[in-house]
């Protein structure tokens, strides 16, 4: 019983904790690589519910682009780096995500919560 109560304490404190803090987001717009955007970040504001990447390819020119955004900028039609290339042949790829500096690149990232339901399940079934 003592696992099951140590199971919901976690989960609501991890909810509640999560949605009371800002999201930090890395922020940065390079026209070489993604290589430029490392370690820059900054914490969103208030309305911003995303973290974006953004790489844009349009004639000779490329643009990787990473900031704080809302959900409708991961629509390539509403996405505002996007649409300002409405001319010529163009390529835009939008990588959106809810965590904190979650959209750093193709690392592998574990949220808090999964650790907790996996360490949780260890607990409630070692007796079994």
Same mark, same amino acid.
């Given at each position: 019983?003592? $696992?099951? !109560? ?6 609501? /404190? =991890?909810?509640?904790?999560?949605? #009371? ?6 922020? %940065?717009? !390079? ?6 955007? &490392?370690?820059?970040? +900054? +914490?969103?504001?208030? /309305?911003?519910?995303? %973290?974006?990447? @953004?790489? /844009? ?9 990473? $900031? ?17 290339? @409405?001319? *010529? #042949?163009? &390529? ?6 809810? *965590?904190?500096?979650?959209?750093? *690149? !193709?690392?592998?990232? @574990? =949220?808090?919560? +999964?650790?907790?339901? %996996? #360490?949780?399940? @260890?607990? /409630?079934?070692?007796?079994?």
């Amino acid at each position: 019983m003592k $696992y099951i !109560s140590f199971f919901i304490a976690a989960v609501f /404190l =991890s909810v509640f904790v999560s949605i #009371a803090m800002s999201l930090n987001c890395y922020t %940065c717009a !390079s026209t070489s690589s993604w290589d430029d955007c &490392e370690h820059r970040n +900054t +914490t969103c504001p208030k /309305l911003s519910n995303r %973290c974006i990447k @953004v790489y /844009l390819e349009h004639s000779d020119t490329e643009l990787y682009k990473k $900031y704080c955004g809302i959900e409708a900028h991961c629509d390539e039609k509403a996405n505002p780096t996007c649409i300002a290339e @409405v001319t *010529g #042949a163009s &390529e835009c790829i939008i990588d959106c995500c809810e *965590g904190n500096l979650c959209n750093e *690149g !193709s690392h592998l990232h @574990v =949220s808090g919560m +999964t650790m907790i339901v %996996c #360490a949780a399940e @260890v607990l /409630l079934f070692q007796d079994r």
